[in-house]
């Protein structure tokens, strides 16, 4: 995919192993105008302290990733590590250090190789363009079977411009933020004040509405470039172009957001989980991110058990207000149970049948009001404890 | 075990399957002063919305509990049903219903086999004495691999009295409550003004401070019963007798508590977790629990690798207030980190050897205040995914 104003390079460093490109560089020819979300873990990288800084200034024309290591839990050296390369990055490529973001993906309390690192620098820059953004998705994977991108073209006045994004992830996967890096790049020109509140309530939709294991990571970063570069007019607040970016940009996230659950470590189903009738959205968000990080919901959407009983379970422990006689599931388009009691009939047989898919949607009204939420998960697998009991090795 | 004035009996009635004895009495030859306490998720079963009504008299004299169907999530018939077995026991034994505390404990969803129930209860209450505690703790066992058992003796001026208890729960366990059973019989006398407050002191430090999946059940019952038999005098509040009796009974609870972790379904290693340095006891505990429910940092436990910094993440996304620069980290007495970084040195291969062990203690020291918890957990292994995949086949 070709997305104007941009170029890229992807290069080998070593950083955890050799053999694959493990550090890319993601360039933009003019300050793009940008957007990001960082975890919410209070436990932070230091690239992303550095880059939370940094993205202050509204723009960014540098975006350099590593996987490997994730300079997380790594103190003070951590920090003059990843500002040692934001800064030598800056110099090689003539621009502001502010307007470089840095992020980092892989083992946690080990300090980045910086030897490798410098060395890698000076190729990175002059070899500029020698990949495609898919590369980078590439470059950016650790325990990801595949690489994730995604890409959308809109038009404004007969201009065309084009959204693009990658992303990786496969454990450490929870909303706020889902453990995962994900870069989004435009050649759309957008209003600087438009721009965060598009972004953070499509992040909402898609990464903040997934969930493979509960768990948080140090280093998760979204961020969104708009260079202008399509030559496409300025979209502004409040107009149509607006909608129209809105809605493409949340089709790019929702559908790299999709295939993070469904590279979900060791998974063998993606499910997704609706919630209605809970007293507000929030309520129901609150329920089914409950119901997505039960060990025991997942492990009998693993072995392809219609236990809805446990769902249910989760609902009530979620915290939220549930009336436990107005509760009603569907397995697909099959009712499980209504008014919080089994359904009957040959919902057991129907029931077990969904559950064999690949595919299926588990929805609950609690009856209550019209808060409603979606939620994507995957099941828990024994692989998936095969991946991280051995991670580090 | 004896303990005066308790009588035992349990029979088979084929509730989940033939070929074991499921349904079981405790009876008091007197009403006994009794305290409980019960799950807090909302979706409670029958059993608990009875015997949590009854139990508001601050009595008990029959504990009827069957395993193999917990009737949670049964509607109005389960509570009719639940109604009908508490008052068909109360008139066989000649005592008031209010005196009756019913527990079930099993596949959720399911109606009583009212039936083979009704053809039991004549038998369960003829042949009351034809069984010990311990049997009971057998006939309440549901995925659990052991019987658990625990008991204690004291003396107030010379006269001895016994607490014993049983407990059931290797699945869906979690705090507020560990989804289990546990009921503690005594012989001492408590004042009823007392018997509230020590026991759910003693249950907040034990029952309440386990975690194996982060579950929390429809069906979570603990209960405690004094029956004063033993002729020891009424034990009073603040007094040296009262201390003795809630120290006996911490310890009781606790290694029933114990007992359950590491019988933890699929628990390959028992881990104590305890957080130090918090800003209070209550953010202590909230470290804690988030640490020992990350799928990543048990699975980590399971396949003994020394990977602190997953534990310093879970610790991240837990809510409570954090410096990452203070923190500091033990494998037993080893230091993996402090001030947020690695130790150095030879801790790795240190580290390494202690995950090995089948018990061992994570204390983390988070540098900022005075509060402290602990916390009891398992690892998560393939076998937990093998056993809750298929439970109800």
New interface residues.
Partial sequence: MFIKGFRFSAVEAAIKRPGRKDIALIYSEVPATAAAVFT?????AAPVLLSAKNIASGQCQALLVNSGN?N????E??MSDAIETASMLASKLQISEKLIQVCSTG????PLPMERIRTALPSLVSELGNVSLEDIAEAIMTTDTFAKSSVLTGAIEGKSYTIAGIAKGA??I?PNMATMLSFIITDAAVDPALINQIFLSSVERSFNAITI??????NDTCLLMANGASGAPLIKPATPEAAQFTSLLDSVLLDLAKQIVKDGEGATKFVEIRIKGASNDSEAKKAAISVA????VK??F??Q?A????I??????SGIE?N??L?ALWFDDVCM?K????AGGNAEERGTEILHKKDFTVTVDLGIGDGTATVYTSD???E??????????
């Fill in positions: 919410t873990n209070k436990v932070k994730a997380a839990c790594t103190g050296r951590g083992v946690i309390g080990v454990g450490m929870m294991d509960g768990d948080t990571s140090t990080n039960s060990s025991l492990t009998a693993y072995g058990d236990n809805w009983g446990r249910f379970a989760a609902i009530g422990y549930v436990p006689d509760l149970a008014q919080g009691i089994f828990l697998s024994h998936y404890v095969s991946i991280n009991a051995d991670y580090r090795t």
